[in-house]
C-alpha cells in the first residue's frame, strides 16, 4: 500500500489539458494552436511545452490578427514564438476586408470582431486544418458552459449546440471528416483565478498591458477603452489619464480597461480573488450586445 | 475572502448532480453557488431582470445554470453544463445533469468523470423511482461518493422521523446496488438549511451540512494505487543534435505509483524492461501517481508506440479479445446483436462486434431482462463484444481509466455507446 497523494487543483487541470492536448496531437492529421497575445493562450503554450518538450510542437501557432492590436502584445507575440523557436501563421482581417471578403463596420462603435469569424474560417479551410485548438473556458459564459472540450464544427464552421457528441472519461472522440474541423478547448474547466494562479506558479510572462499602467482613455457604457487610432470617439467621451489594466486581450475597439493599481503577478491574483464582476461582463463589449451573443456567434464559427 | 497562495494547494472534487427541476436541483446549486459567493455583481443582476421579465415574481436562482437559448425559452434542461466554484478548502468542478428518464444519457456522461454524485429528493416523497434510477446509475459508474440529498425539509415541519424513514430506505437500496459510502442529509435549498449554513429548522440534525461534507470527504484514496498502468499516447522523439538518441512515451498514469527502476512489461507484445526515469518537461520527477501526464523513458529501446500499455509485470491486465460489459446506449438509431462499431479505449483505437446483448435493465424496476432484441436509445444493458484486435483492460470496478470505453459508429463517426468492462478473456 501507498499513502494517497494529494494532487492540487492546479495540478490536476494541467494534468487534463496536456492529456488533451497529446490526443489532438495523436488523433488529427493537421491541428493548430490559436495564439491571441492573451492570457489564456499564453497558457496554452505553456501546456504545449509540458505536453511536447523536449520535442517539437506537433502543429503550427496561428495568430488572427484583426490589425487593431495593442502594439505591446504583437511584439510580445514575435518575442514569444521566437525564444520557443516554433512557426507563426498569421491570418489577417486586413487582408480578408482587402480581398472583399468581409466589409467594414464604420461609425464611432465599429469593431473588427465579428470580422474575424470569416478570417478564421477561410484560414482554415487554406490550410487544411482539422482542428484548431483554443483557449476559450466554460465559466465565461453560458453557452460555453455547455459546450464540448472537443467541439465539432461542420463543413461550415457551424456549432450546434442540440448535437454534440457525449463526452465520457478523458475519451475523446476526435473522428471528422474532410472540410469539417474540431475546436478544442484544454483548458475549458478553469476559471479565470485558475489560469492566474497557474501563471503565478509556472511564472509566465505576460505582455505589460496585464498590469497597471498610466495610459489615456475615455469613458464609455459604463466601461473604459483605450484612446487609439482604430476608435472614433463620440461627443462627450473625453479622453482622460488613468492607472488601468487589461483583464483580456482582444481588439482595441472591444477590450475594455479596469481601474487597478495591481502592478505583479500575486496583486493581480488577489485582486480577481476579491472581484465581484465577471471577466467578460466588465471588459468585453461584444458579449454584452444581447443576452444569447455568445451562443450566436459561436453557431456561426466563432472561437 | 480566500487568500492566493492558500488556493495554490487547494484539492480538486468533480461532482455531479442528479435530479429533476421539482426536486429543488437548479435552487439547490443556485444556493450553493450564493451562499458560497460565487454568483458576480452582473450575473445576479442579469438574472434579476430576466426574473422580472418572465414574470417569476422572485429572483430565480435557476436560471443562473440554463446555458442555451431553447433551455431558457422552454424553462428546461436540455444538456449536460459544467460549473465550477471555490471555498477555502476545495475546487469544486460541478457537472450539470438533467434528470428526466429520457435523459440517462447525460447523467452517464457527467457521472464518467465524477468523485462524488449529488442525488436530490423531495422530502415529501422521499425515495422515488427516480431515486433508485440515479443511484443505480453512480453504482455502475463506480462513483465512489454519494450524498442523498433530502431537500424542501420546511415542507415536511422538519420533521426528524420523516428523515429518518426516508434514511432508512435509502440504506436498503444502497446495500441492494453496492453503493460503499452513502451520505444523507436533510435540507431546504430554497431557505438555505443544511446547504451551506446549518440554519434553524433542525436542531435535532448533528451531521455536516451539504458543503462541509463535500469540502472534507477523503477523494486522494479513490485511485488505484496498487496497480501500475500506463497508456502510450504519444511518442516524443525530437530528431536535434541536443537530444540525439531521446525517445520518451507520453501518457497519462491509469494506476500505481511510477518510479525508476521499476520493472514493465508492454502490452500486448509482452516485452519486458525496466522505467529508466519519469519526466515533465521541466525535468526527472521522484515519482508519479495516477491522473498525472508525464512522459516515461525504458532503459531498453523497444519499439512501443501509441495503444500501448506500460504495466507492472507482476500485476497485469488481461490481454483481450472478448468483452462484456455494461453498456449505455447512446443514440437514436437502436443496435442490433451482430452491429459492427469501433472501441475507443484508453489510447487504442479497435473495431469490434457486438456479438450478443445478453440482457437489459428496466429502468424503472431495475429488473434484468434476458435477451432483448435491440437496444434503444438510453438503454443499459450488458453486452458481449468481440474484438478484431487486443486490449489491455481491467475491470472497470478496478480501474476506471482500464475498465472503460466508447463506442463509436464509423458511418456517422457519432459517439454511440459508453462501456464498462465487467469481465474480459482471451
Known amino acids: ?303 | 475572502m480566500v487568500t492566493s497562495s492558500a488556493l495554490l494547494q487547494t484539492e480538486l472534487l468533480r461532482l455531479v448532480t442528479a435530479g429533476s427541476v421539482d426536486d429543488g436541483k437548479s435552487t439547490l446549486i443556485g444556493r450553493l453557488l450564493y451562499d458560497t459567493k460565487q454568483i458576480l455583481v452582473d450575473q445576479l443582476e442579469h438574472i434579476q431582470e430576466t426574473s422580472k421579465r418572465r414574470g417569476d415574481g422572485y429572483v430565480n436562482l435557476a436560471l443562473l445554470t440554463d446555458g442555451l437559448r431553447a433551455e431558457r425559452e422552454q424553462g428546461i434542461t436540455i444538456d449536460v453544463a459544467y460549473r465550477s466554484f471555490v471555498t477555502p478548502r476545495r475546487r469544486f468542478q460541478l457537472a450539470d445533469a438533467p434528470g428526466h428518464v429520457q435523459y440517462t444519457r447525460n447523467m452517464v456522461t457527467g457521472a464518467s468523470t465524477a468523485d462524488l454524485a449529488i442525488i436530490l429528493l423531495d422530502a415529501r416523497k422521499g425515495v422515488v423511482e427516480q431515486t433508485r434510477r440515479h443511484s443505480y446509475i453512480a453504482a455502475i459508474l463506480g462513483i465512489p461518493h454519494v450524498v442523498v440529498a433530502v431537500n424542501k425539509m420546511d415542507l415536511v415541519e422538519f420533521s426528524e422521523q420523516r428523515f429518518v424513514e426516508i434514511e432508512t430506505e435509502l440504506g436498503e437500496t444502497s446495500e441492494r446496488l453496492g453503493l460503499r459510502d452513502v451520505r444523507v442529509i436533510p435540507m431546504s435549498a430554497l431557505r438555505g438549511d443544511g446547504v451551506v449554513e446549518p440554519g434553524d429548522g433542525m436542531p435535532w440534525y448533528e451531521g455536516p451540512t451539504l458543503l462541509d461534507h463535500l469540502e472534507t470527504v477523503e477523494i486522494a484514496a479513490d485511485r488505484d494505487l496498487d496497480h501500475r498502468r500506463f497508456a502510450v499516447q504519444w511518442v516524443i522523439r525530437p530528431i536535434s543534435e541536443e537530444h540525439h538518441d531521446y525517445r520518451g512515451y507520453a501518457g497519462r498514469v491509469a494506476g500505481g505509483v511510477w518510479r525508476a527502476g521499476d520493472d514493465v512489461v508492454v502490452l500486448p507484445s509482452r516485452r519486458r524492461s525496466r522505467v529508466a526515469s519519469v519526466e515533465i518537461a521541466d525535468g526527472p520527477l521522484e515519482l508519479a501517481v495516477p491522473g498525472m501526464s508525464v512522459t516515461v523513458r525504458l532503459e531498453d529501446d523497444l519499439d512501443v508506440s501509441r495503444g500501448d500499455m506500460l504495466v507492472d509485470p507482476e500485476e497485469a491486465p488481461t490481454v483481450a479479445r472478448e468483452l462484456e460489459a455494461t453498456v449505455c446506449w447512446m443514440a437514436e438509431r437502436p443496435l442490433e446483436p451482430r452491429t459492427r462499431l469501433v472501441v475507443k479505449h484508453t489510447t487504442r483505437t479497435v473495431r469490434a462486434i457486438a456479438d450478443e446483448l445478453l440482457s437489459v435493465i428496466d429502468i424503472h424496476t431495475l429488473e434484468d431482462r434476458a435477451g432483448p432484441e435491440r437496444l434503444e436509445l438510453n438503454d443499459i444493458a450488458r453486452v458481449r463484444l468481440r474484438l478484431a484486435d487486443p486490449l489491455a483492460v481491467d475491470p472497470y470496478a478496478d480501474n476506471r481509466t482500464t475498465g472503460a470505453f466508447i463506442l463509436i459508429d464509423e458511418s456517422t463517426n457519432d459517439t454511440v455507446g459508453a462501456g464498462m468492462i465487467l469481465s474480459a478473456s482471451s
Open chain 1, 1 to 303: 500500500m501507498h499513502a494517497p497523494v494529494h494532487l492540487s487543483h492546479l495540478d490536476e487541470f494541467e494534468a487534463e489539458a496536456v492529456h488533451i492536448m497529446r490526443e489532438v496531437a495523436a488523433e488529427l492529421e493537421r491541428p493548430v494552436l490559436l495564439f491571441s497575445g492573451g492570457k489564456d493562450s499564453i497558457v496554452l503554450l505553456r501546456l504545449a511545452e509540458q505536453a511536447f518538450r523536449p520535442g517539437k510542437f506537433p502543429f503550427p501557432i496561428m495568430h488572427v490578427d484583426t490589425g487593431h492590436n495593442f502594439p505591446e502584445v504583437i511584439e510580445f507575440r514575435d518575442r514569444r514564438v521566437a525564444e520557443l523557436r516554433e512557426t507563426l501563421v498569421v491570418a489577417s482581417v486586413q487582408a480578408s476586408i482587402d480581398t472583399g471578403r468581409v466589409v467594414e463596420e464604420t461609425g464611432p462603435r465599429a469593431s473588427r470582431n465579428q470580422l474575424q469569424t470569416t478570417t478564421l474560417l477561410d484560414a482554415i479551410e487554406e490550410y487544411g486544418f482539422d482542428a484548431a485548438i483554443g483557449g476559450a473556458r466554460r465559466d465565461e459564459e453560458r453557452a460555453r458552459a455547455k459546450e464540448r472540450i472537443f467541439s465539432f464544427r461542420d463543413d461550415f464552421g457551424q456549432w450546434n449546440p442540440r448535437a454534440q457528441r457525449p463526452e465520457l472519461w478523458d475519451l475523446y472522440n476526435a473522428r471528422v471528416r474532410r472540410g469539417e474541423h474540431v475546436r478544442v478547448f484544454p483548458i475549458s474547466n478553469w476559471t479565470e483565478l485558475d489560469v492566474w494562479q497557474y501563471i503565478a506558479r509556472e511564472q509566465l510572462e505576460l505582455p505589460p498591458i496585464y498590469f497597471s499602467h498610466e495610459r489615456e482613455v475615455f469613458r464609455r457604457d459604463g466601461m473604459l477603452y483605450a484612446v487609439s487610432e482604430f476608435v472614433e470617439r463620440m461627443e462627450g467621451e473625453e479622453p482622460f489619464s488613468a492607472s488601468v489594466r487589461f483583464r483580456t486581450v482582444g481588439d482595441m475597439s472591444c477590450t475594455g480597461a479596469v481601474a487597478s493599481e495591481a502592478g505583479t503577478l500575486e496583486q493581480v491574483v488577489s485582486e480577481i480573488a476579491a472581484t465581484r464582476v465577471t471577466e467578460r461582463g466588465e471588459t468585453r463589449a461584444d458579449d454584452r450586445a444581447s443576452e444569447a451573443a455568445m451562443e450566436d456567434r459561436k453557431r456561426v464559427g466563432y472561437f
